[in-house]
């Protein structure tokens, strides 16, 4: 009897469908419980009409014997099986309660990702320069997302949000490359606020230099990249005599205030340009330059045939401005509530997620 009864409930709770098993039992279980109910008197029925027989008095005793032994089973089944369904009832209860902490759970580890914007990228070679004066506080954007990590690009979205981490990330068409990560001096203000603050400008707006560098295996040109060489922290709106570079790194030259040497170098440069000013009508597109690379060429003794090396092609038409190689696509992320920029080897995104579990 117990075999047929596992056999029946098995293929009454359609467990093999893979479906809701825990509402299938229950339902199998409900349903088995109400036919078992009624076969006691099935079987007392049964039992009457065994005493029917006239034929073998000695037989018919045996056939009456066991099915009031089959009765009584049924009956005590019957109750063991109202034992089962309050222990399954039970079973489905905590099944739900588990499923509610799975969950929970859930909503925990997406409380534990951090999230990384994009703000700009800079790609040295792709005709648009982003000298001192193009983007950095002009409070409109460049580019498109479907280009966003191949061409030069500015959300002015993510430009104006408050940051506290600041992550520079070399990479190639969203390959990452190297990356370093610095925690800014005063929370709260936006890259705009801080592009804009240029008057007398020259600050220091990272402390402690960065809390996070990785470069992958086998990166190149690294000797006398303006972000990758040198150490310290970033400096922004870097501005000495009639020059300006918006973005360096207080490892490298930094030039005096009155010093006229063009030998600061980084991001957003330009070797004509009222730096002081958030926008200069007469900064002369001729010195404007992108990127340019850590090296040690004050102007008058950089000559013309040395030059001030350039990486790519993004640079006005100044005699001693000498276009060369392109390091990489140069993307800067901002984030409120992570120090860390994921080195899984994911490709880059407008959106980048760093996940501790």
Request: proline residues 4%.
């Amino acid at each position: 009897m117990g075999k047929l009864f596992l056999v029946f409930l098995l293929c009454n709770a359609g467990l093999s469908s893979g479906v809701d098993i825990t509402s299938n039992l229950t339902e199998a279980l409900e349903s088995f419980h109400e036919r078992l109910r009624n076969l006691p008197e099935d079987m007392f029925e049964v039992q009457l009409d065994l005493g029917k027989f006239t034929a073998n008095e000695e037989m018919k005793q045996q056939a009456e014997n066991q099915a009031k032994q089959i009765r009584g089973k049924l009956s005590d089944m019957s109750s063991d099986m109202y034992n089962l369904r309050f222990v399954v009832d039970r079973l489905s209860e905590l099944e739900a309660e588990k499923e509610d902490d799975k969950e929970d759970d859930k909503e925990e580890e997406k409380e534990e990702c951090s999230s990384w914007y994009l703000g700009m990228n800079l790609n040295p070679s792709d005709g648009h320069i982003m000298g001192y004066e193009t983007g950095w506080s002009d409070d409109s954007s460049i580019g498109t997302l479907e280009d966003a990590l191949i061409r030069d690009y500015l959300n002015q979205t993510v430009w104006n949000m408050p940051a506290k981490y600041i992550a520079i990330v070399r990479h190639h068409q969203g390959k990452l490359d190297a990356v370093k990560v610095f925690t800014f001096k005063h929370w709260g203000l936006s890259l705009s606020h801080r592009f804009k603050d240029t008057d007398p400008g020259r600050n220091v707006v990272t402390e402690g230099g960065a809390v996070q560098e990785f470069t992958v295996r086998g990166a190149h040109n690294l000797g006398d990249d303006p972000i990758f060489s040198v150490g310290g922290d970033l400096a922004f709106n870097w501005g000495y005599s009639h020059n300006g570079a918006r973005l360096v790194l207080t490892g490298g030259h930094l030039s005096g205030a009155d010093v006229d040497d063009d030998n600061t170098h980084g991001f957003g440069n330009n070797f004509m340009v009222r730096p002081k000013m958030v926008e200069d009508p007469e900064a002369h597109p001729d010195w404007a330059h992108e990127i340019s690379n850590i090296q040690d060429c004050p102007y008058p003794s950089c000559t013309q045939r040395v030059g001030v090396k350039i990486q790519g092609t993004d640079h006005g038409s100044g005699p001693t401005l000498k276009g060369g190689p392109v390091y990489g696509n140069y993307a800067i992320y901002i984030s409120n509530d992570s120090p860390t920029f994921p080195t899984d080897g994911a490709n880059l995104g407008i959106n980048v997620e760093m996940c501790e579990n």
